[in-house]
């Protein structure tokens, strides 16, 4: 069988009735299938795959490719869902085409990472077919267990390893930046990684692009190996960092990209426009500055703009959640834009968003500046 991409191979198969053009429009940069595939028997779930109208895109200028909407764990995983829901996310989200899975030491103290590694383990998915991360920097309390250091990056790296139950992680991010640490220490600590096979790419996550630039440098000067992406938060209301103070590093170092909170925590779904509808991340134990944040004057001048939003949304005939991660989809310099969700209906929502960023023209992203007033000005920094 030729080059598949991320599709999927298990045992079970299935007869393709269905004229399914192996083919650009369904797997960008694959080869169009050379003889007709309704004569062809797929595996099923690679069926179901080139069904899905994912498109991939490589991480920075590395040749990774991750899919443009993937899943994260953050507040939902080990803490607001169950087991059997998050079974039932990452399935959804694996069959919509989702490659990446986002994660971290601090989600859940770990415990959303010791529920991942279950159902991946469970699932027995190939390891080619998926790509998964952690992040280091708050581990605990105690003096080495959190922040940058050679110790805590080592050892976050391997006891993130046993919870996943993988032999490596694809992509391993710096949480944050760490003061106190030297950014020579990390990046060294970084590349050691990658050289024993224990990490393939690392990066950061919301570091400035000067901590970026300094880990790049030191990382060539030193025949280290240099951060590939970073993580930063990114959506209709949160725009200088990735649309302005990060730009030059795209074309620089060729950084990747794959961003944060696209709904804004849930806020740009419109369900907070009438007040907390409850039973959301903002009633959940340890989240009351969440809910503080969406009481704030400028989270409610925000909702007023959500409500127009919503009328744009509604005359495309797609949902507001779909709206507000396909605006995140039409920047280029994206690689893969991270959804959350806490039930299976929201992601089922979330995954069809890829199919309609082409409704949003240039009339319509116009229209989006005018209800917003938040470009970020070239210049300003
Ligand atoms: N690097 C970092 O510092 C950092 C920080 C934050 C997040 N992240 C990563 O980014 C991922 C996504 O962040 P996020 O969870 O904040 O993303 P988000 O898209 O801003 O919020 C997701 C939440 O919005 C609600 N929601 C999602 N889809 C919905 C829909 N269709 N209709 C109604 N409500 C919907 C759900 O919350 P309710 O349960 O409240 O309904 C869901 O959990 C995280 O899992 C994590 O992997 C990284």
Redesign the pocket.
């Known amino acids: 069988m030729g080059k598949i991409g991320p599709a999927r191979l298990e045992p079970a198969t299935c007869r393709c009735n269905e004229s399914v053009r192996w083919g650009t429009e369904l797997r960008p940069g694959l080869p169009t299938a050379p003889f007709p595939l309704h004569h062809f028997t797929l595996p099923a779930k690679v069926f179901s795959a080139l069904k899905s109208s994912m498109k991939y895109r490589h991480l920075g200028k590395s040749g990774l490719q991750l899919s443009e909407l993937?899943?994260?764990?953050?507040?939902?995983?080990g803490q607001?869902?169950d087991s059997k829901t998050a079974v039932e996310l990452m399935t959804i989200a694996y069959d919509s085409g989702v490659n990446f899975?986002?994660?971290?030491e601090a989600?859940a103290g770990g415990q959303a990472e010791i529920v991942m590694g279950k159902i991946i383990k469970n699932k027995n998915w190939p390891r080619d077919t998926f790509v998964i991360?952690s992040?280091v920097f708050w581990g605990g309390d105690l003096p080495n267990q959190e922040g940058l250091s050679r110790k805590h990056v080592v050892e976050a790296c391997h006891a993130a390893l046993r919870r996943l139950q993988v032999d490596y992680l694809d992509l391993y991010?710096c949480?944050?930046p760490d003061p106190d640490t030297p950014i020579e220490e990390t990046v060294r600590a970084m590349s050691d990684l990658i050289a024993q096979g224990k990490v393939l790419y690392w990066g950061t996550?919301?570091w400035s692009a000067e901590s970026i630039l300094e880990a790049y440098r030191i990382a060539r000067e030193q025949r280290l190996v240099p951060p590939t992406m970073e993580?930063?938060?990114y959506?209709l209301f949160h725009r200088e960092n990735v649309e302005h103070v990060l730009t030059p590093l795209y074309h620089e170092i060729g950084l990747g990209m794959?961003?944060?909170?696209?709904?804004?925590?849930?806020?740009?779904?419109?369900?907070y426009n009438a007040g907390d509808?409850g039973?959301?991340?903002?009633?959940?134990r340890g989240y009351g500055w969440l809910q503080r944040q969406f009481e704030s004057d400028e989270t409610q001048q925000q909702i007023a703009k959500v409500t127009q939003l919503g009328k744009v949304a509604h005359d495309l005939a797609i949902?507001?959640?779909?709206l507000?991660?396909a605006w995140c989809l039409k920047n280029p310099n994206i690689s893969s834009v991270?959804?959350?969700?806490?039930?299976p209906?929201?992601?089922?929502?979330?995954m069809k968003a890829a199919e309609f960023v082409d409704k949003l023209d240039d009339g319509v992203m116009q229209r989006i500046e005018t209800i917003l007033q938040n470009k970020p000005q070239a210049g300003r920094r």
């Open positions: 993937s899943f994260g764990a953050w507040v939902t995983f607001q869902i899975f986002d994660n971290a989600y991360s992040k991010f949480h944050r996550s919301e993580q930063p938060q959506n794959t961003t944060w909170s696209p709904l804004a925590s849930g806020l740009l779904t419109g369900k509808p039973d959301t991340r903002t009633s959940l949902t507001l959640p779909q507000a991660l991270i959804t959350g969700a806490s039930r209906e929201q992601i089922r929502e979330n």
